[in-house]
Nanobody
Framework: QVQLVESGGGLVQAGGSLRLSCTAS????????MGWFRQAPGKEREFVAA????????YYKDSVKGRFTISRDNAKNTVYLQMNSLKAEDTAVYYC???????????????????WGQGTQVTVSS
C-alpha cells in the first residue's frame, strides 16, 4: 500500500514562497492522478491543486490560481507544490494524496486513497 510523506512546509512571511514535496514509498504513482489538499484548524479539508498522469493537466482552487503550481516527477515518485505570493489565508496543514476513484471528481477528497498522512505545516505571517 502506498505511503506518502510530505515535506517542505515552514514559517514564511506574506508574499514569500515555499515548495512542498510529496514522495511515495511502497509503490509508484506514475499512472495515478495526484492532488494537494489543506486543512486549517477548525476547518474541513479542502482541495488545493491536482495533476493528471495522462497529460499532466492541472487543476487549482480559485484562490490559489496564478500563485501555486503543481508538478510531478514520475521517476522520483514525487509531486511538488510551488507556492508563491503566500497569504495568511494559506496557513494550514498540507496533504498530498493519490487519486483512487475515477467515478468522482478529481477535485473531491473522497476521490483519493487513504489513509491520510500527517501532512506538512505551512504558516504564513502577515
Amino acid at each position: 500500500q502506498v505511503q506518502l510523506v510530505e515535506s517542505g512546509g515552514g514559517l514564511v512571511q506574506a508574499g514569500g514562497s515555499l515548495r512542498l514535496s510529496c514522495t511515495a514509498s511502497g509503490r509508484t504513482f506514475s499512472s495515478s492522478d495526484m492532488g494537494w489538499f489543506r486543512q486549517a484548524p477548525g476547518k474541513e479539508r479542502e482541495f488545493v491543486a491536482a495533476i493528471r498522469y495522462s497529460d499532466s493537466s492541472t487543476y487549482y482552487k480559485d484562490s490559489v490560481k496564478g500563485r501555486f503550481t503543481i508538478s510531478r516527477d514520475n521517476a522520483k515518485n514525487t509531486v511538488y507544490l510551488q507556492m508563491n505570493s503566500l497569504k495568511a489565508e494559506d496557513t494550514a496543514v498540507y496533504y498530498c494524496a493519490v487519486r483512487s476513484s475515477l467515478w468522482t471528481s478529481i477535485l473531491r477528497p473522497e476521490s483519493y486513497r487513504g489513509p491520510w498522512g500527517q501532512g506538512t505545516q505551512v504558516t504564513v505571517s502577515s
